[in-house]
């Protein structure tokens, strides 16, 4: 089973530019979650989003966006990448929705470099 | 909101000693504890949790205790091994404004020297 993939890997954007960063999960979970990744900062939750079709913010979300058009994958935009957004950015989910704490499994990540 | 707050920052052990990780957190709604582990350049890994209503769970090397009058809880790897060497995140999670939030600590830097 792939569980969570994510992709690209690593990229280097211009600042100013657009760019999607894709993830895709096989294990049928309610909810998904982006994350960034930042030495000295930890983790911290850019956008949520519960069930197919809903999103919420988290605790980092301007300059992202989210949207979940089906179960298995969602998707992050940049509209327009600033130096500031240069992390680590993970995908992660969990079985339960809204309904219950519970685990939450993370894609391999993407390394986003912005100039 | 919710704070947790992870020592030591960094932590080096010789090969067979036990390793001792400890969280604190702030909101007594938080009722799940997660575990995860992180090598260089990977993703975070769940190696081990809790929940508020347990005190203690071990898997092989690893234990988990949580106190939750004082809230805090602690990561116990014992019989350490050159390939535990990797930053250990505790986490607490809690239902909050229609979504799971969890909180992580910021991390420590495990080494086992051989």
């Known amino acids: 089973t792939a569980g969570i993939t994510q992709a690209p890997t690593s990229q280097i954007l211009a600042a100013g530019r657009s760019m999607t960063l894709r993830c895709t999960q096989d294990m049928r979970h309610n909810a998904m979650y982006w994350y960034r990744q930042d030495l000295g900062l930890g983790l911290r939750l850019i956008h949520y989003s519960n069930t197919a079709g809903t999103t919420g913010k988290g605790e980092v979300p301007d300059g992202y966006s989210v949207s979940r058009a089906n179960t298995d994958d969602f998707p992050l935009t940049l509209a327009s990448a600033v130096p500031s957004q240069t992390s680590v950015y993970f995908c992660?989910?969990?079985?339960?929705?809204?309904?219950?704490?519970?685990?939450?499994?993370f894609g391999p990540g993407t390394r986003l470099t912005v100039l | 909101g919710e704070n947790v707050e992870q020592h030591p920052s960094t932590l080096s052990v010789q090969e067979g000693d036990s390793a001792v990780i400890k969280c604190t957190y702030s909101?007594?709604?938080?009722?799940?504890f997660p575990w995860y582990k992180q090598e260089l350049g990977k993703r975070p890994q769940l190696i081990i949790d809790i929940r508020s209503n347990v005190g203690e769970k071990k898997d092989q090397r690893i234990a988990v205790t949580l106190n939750k009058t004082a809230k805090h809880f602690s990561l116990h790897i014992t019989e350490t091994q050159p390939e535990d060497s990797a930053v250990y995140f505790c986490a607490a999670c809690k239902l909050s404004g229609g979504y799971q939030k969890v909180t992580f600590g910021t991390g420590t830097k495990l080494q086992v020297i051989p």
């Open positions: 992660a989910s969990s079985a339960s929705g809204s309904g219950s704490t519970d685990t939450q499994y």
């Open positions: 909101d007594s709604a938080s009722n799940y």
